[in-house]
């Protein structure tokens, strides 16, 4: 869908569909609402003293204007109570209401932007509204092929306003636009079964990020790892008929001697548990195991676009589990590429196996800071829930950053605690570490076991496994593939260039 900005006057513009929003304990219109209300011989009064709209959260509602003004509908549009309104809200309100003309095959709508939404700027603003409308709206149709003609799809929603503010949205749209397109990408990635969505593949959509200003992209083949000892991800490799692929990103924004940001992303394309075979039931979903590579490669997308003044890196090891004649053993042991031994206990720990070569890898650009994103473990969804983010780390000046960023997001983020007596349930008798820590705080021995091929850099470990892919609709993330931190990593690095760091 098509975003805009025009100058001029919600009454007088010539759309389908003109919203407009209300607060549930709002007595009084105001501003556009009550220009239109009086021009439509209070129509909208009248619906409102009746209570068929009470202005509850994302509560919608359409009547015709019969030709009193040149729109041909008015769209209410709830946000709740004005006390407990937030940016989350609208955007939940926002792709309610896209969500909803799109189901009457409304093609096109018009706003204006009342800024006492919430107490925020207006960047925020402008910034959720267009993140709410566009985020709301994806849908992914691509193996649809019977009934296609009867898809649905918004075309455009042009945000009118007082000339004095045309610079300030037109602007921000922009941006807003950037890196809602990141995330699309991100969710198109997980989205595509792994038939379709094979390391190679997966390295390919890293070249072309590699062809944009400031971008370099680097993938090591299956002979190149070897040379370099990544026996952990190759172990966890050679059960497939697929390639893998070390994918990195290289993007330089900031200035040559300035230390990078490294990004880490789990690029599991099919996580089928390997030897240790997970059960059939919801097995399909393992597609998605390569979230957290498409987050970190749709950050640094959104980044290069923006044009950030930084230095980033992604580093994306991409490669499928499976079980084969060739497929690695419970009880084999593998030599990391740090060096250090690990004993497989499970197969299906594959992540942290993978996780711990990139994120030794890292080192070598002595990062400033190193994030790494994963769909890491089951646990982390008992423990959290599915809509939460868990985070461990060792460096909690960068732990308070990435909460301040998912604050603004609306991401959630939940800390778990890495006390160095969790190392004890990953030692090994025969080998420096195991893949696995058994039941008890599975979550939070994986960290540790990643902590242990993380060098001397500020590091945190985001685990996505709950989150990345959602059973069911939530307000602006339809169910599917949600995309998932793109948005918080791009706010974290915006951060940092942004204002001084507090
Ligand atoms: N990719 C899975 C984790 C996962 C599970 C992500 C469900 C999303 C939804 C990971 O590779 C895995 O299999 N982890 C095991 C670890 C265990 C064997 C120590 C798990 O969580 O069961
Ligand atoms: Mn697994
Ligand atoms: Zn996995």
Redesign the pocket.
């Known amino acids: 869908m098509k975003i805009f900005v025009k100058k001029g006057n919600l009454a007088e513009a010539k759309s389908q569909a003109i919203i407009l929003t209300f607060f549930e304990d709002q007595n009084k219109l105001a501003g556009d609402a009550l220009q239109i209300d009086q021009k439509c011989k209070g129509l909208i009064s009248q619906l409102m003293k009746n209570r068929d709209f009470e202005a509850k959260q994302s509560q919608v509602s359409v009547v015709y204007t019969r030709d009193l003004l040149p729109a041909k509908r008015i769209v209410l549009l709830g946000l709740g109570k004005s006390t407990e309104a937030d940016l989350e809200k609208i955007r939940g309100a926002f792709a309610k209401v896209m969500q909803y003309l799109r189901s009457m095959n409304v093609k096109e709508a018009a706003a204006s932007i009342d800024w006492k939404m919430v107490e925020e700027t207006k960047e925020n603003i402008i910034q959720a509204v267009v993140e709410g409308a566009l985020l709301g709206l994806y849908q992914y149709n691509h193996y649809k092929t019977v009934g296609r003609d009867d898809l649905k799809e918004m075309e455009q929603f042009q945000i009118i306003c007082e000339g004095k503010y045309f610079n300030l949205i037109e602007n921000e749209i922009k941006k807003t636009q950037i890196i809602t397109s990141a995330v699309y990408f991100a969710r198109d990635l997980v989205s595509a079964p792994s038939n379709e969505m094979t390391p190679s593949i997966m390295a390919n959509k890293a070249k072309d990020i590699g062809k944009r200003k400031n971008v370099v992209c680097q993938v090591l083949d299956k002979k190149r790892m070897k040379e370099l000892g990544m026996n952990s991800l190759l172990g966890v490799a050679s059960g497939s008929n697929e390639e893998p692929k070390f994918i990195i990103l290289e993007y330089t924004g900031g200035k040559k001697s300035e230390a990078p940001i490294v990004l880490v992303g789990k690029g599991?394309t099919f996580?089928s548990?390997?030897i240790s075979i997970?059960p059939a039931e919801k097995m399909d979903e393992?597609k998605t195991?390569m979230s957290g590579g498409a987050a970190v490669m749709g950050a640094i997308m959104a980044a290069s676009i923006l044009q950030l003044p930084l230095n980033i890196v992604g580093l994306i090891p991409a490669t499928e589990?499976m079980p084969s004649g060739k497929a690695y053993k419970p009880g084999d042991i593998l030599k990391s590429y740090s060096g250090k031994t690990i004993e497989v206990i499970n197969?299906?720990?594959?992540?942290r196996l993978i996780l711990a070569d990139a994120l030794s890898y890292a080192s070598k650009y002595k990062p400033a800071a190193i994030i790494d994103v994963a769909t890491l473990t089951g646990a982390c969804i008992v423990a959290l829930g599915d809509d939460v983010i868990g985070m461990l780390g060792t460096n909690d000046q960068l732990k308070s950053e990435i909460k301040k960023a998912a604050k603004s997001t609306g991401e959630l983020v939940w800390e778990l605690p890495l006390w160095d007596s969790y190392s004890e349930l990953i030692k090994s008798d025969i080998a420096d570490y195991k893949n696995s820590g058994g039941r008890a705080a599975g979550t939070i021995t994986a960290a540790a076991f990643l902590s242990k091929f993380v060098g001397d850099f500020p590091w945190v470990h985001l685990d996505i496994a709950g989150p990345a892919w959602t059973a069911k609709d939530r307000t602006y993330i339809p169910k599917g593939a949600s995309g998932v931190t793109v948005r918080l990593l791009v706010e974290l690095l915006r951060n940092r260039v942004r204002k001084p760091r507090v």
């Open positions: 599991l996580d548990g390997g997970k393992m195991d589990n197969t299906d720990a594959e992540g």
